[in-house]
């Protein structure tokens, strides 16, 4: 049986499209989950650099920095996650309440 090895390097490019395709699935649903506008540019201050075209953009950000790796998002649960982004969201707002 031939047995082929994976270059270190092309195992990380792969590991990598993994991990961003997770993050914008993740952010996805974070988005749709909460009826956040995509094309909007509302949470750009809050969630992103600042330098990101709409909300898409900023949640993205903001699931990148609250992962590190594909294992680390594998391990991560969705409720847990919206939980997170939301007490992030009222802690750097001046609403105090989540209304649906």
């Known amino acids: 049986m031939i047995q082929i090895e994976t270059i270190p390097a092309i195992r990380k490019v792969m590991l990598d499209k993994i991990y961003r395709a997770h993050v914008r699935k993740l952010t996805a649903s974070l988005i749709a989950a909460l009826k956040i506008d995509p094309n909007s540019r509302d949470l750009v201050a809050i969630c992103g650099t600042g330098g990101e075209a709409d909300n ?10 609250q992962t590190c790796c594909v294992s680390c998002i594998k391990g991560l649960d969705f409720k847990m996650l919206q939980h997170r982004f939301l007490t992030f969201l009222l802690d750097n707002s001046h609403q105090t309440e989540y209304y649906e």
């Open 56 to 65: 898409c953009e900023a949640v993205y950000v903001w699931v990148k920095r």
